[in-house]
């Protein structure tokens, strides 16, 4: 998906801050984006599958063990991306909205249908999400986020 994301930036030629010309801005974003697959992706997805896709195909809970150290290993991970990537800026790559930034809170999307709300007691985080979704639109994002939000009735 990070292929197809920089590959749209450049046929379309969008807006410099999606993926900023400035090298040290670009540096950011793409250091993110490496960092996130193993980090970000991988503990949120694990969350996400043993909350809710793991039961709904079995019909059986997940162990409540696995499922504690599973949230364990995603509190360590958001701390790193609050410590190491949004440190005091506005956004991941500086004051503006980047790729790394739609790609990190549509990855913390996950966890938060799957009802564990990553947000709660981290006004850091919440913060940002608030200015990533009015930098993309409130609108859109609920729109983007539909199906997934709706995944537990299934």
Not at 79 to 93: G, H, M, V
Not at 114 to 125: D, I, Q, S, T, V
Request: with cysteine; charged share 25%; proline share 6%.
């Amino acid at each position: 998906s990070i292929a197809i994301l920089l590959y749209l930036v450049h046929k379309f030629k969008t807006p410099d801050h999606w993926y900023p010309s400035d090298l040290q801005k670009r540096a950011r974003v793409d250091e993110y984006l490496s960092w996130q697959h193993a980090n970000i992706r991988a503990k949120g997805s694990k969350l996400f599958l043993t909350k809710v896709l793991l039961p709904l195909l079995t019909g059986q809970p997940f162990p409540p063990e696995k499922l504690e150290f599973a949230i364990e290993e995603l509190n360590i991970v958001l701390k790193q991306f609050e410590e190491k990537f949004l440190q005091d800026k506005p956004f991941i790559a500086g004051s503006e909205i980047s790729l790394a930034d739609l790609v990190a809170l549509v990855e913390l999307m996950q966890p938060v249908c799957a009802g564990y709300n990553l947000f709660e007691e981290r006004p850091k985080l919440t913060e940002w999400r608030r200015r990533v979704e009015e930098a993309v639109g409130k609108q859109l994002f609920q729109e983007a986020h539909e199906e997934i939000m709706n995944v537990k009735s299934l």
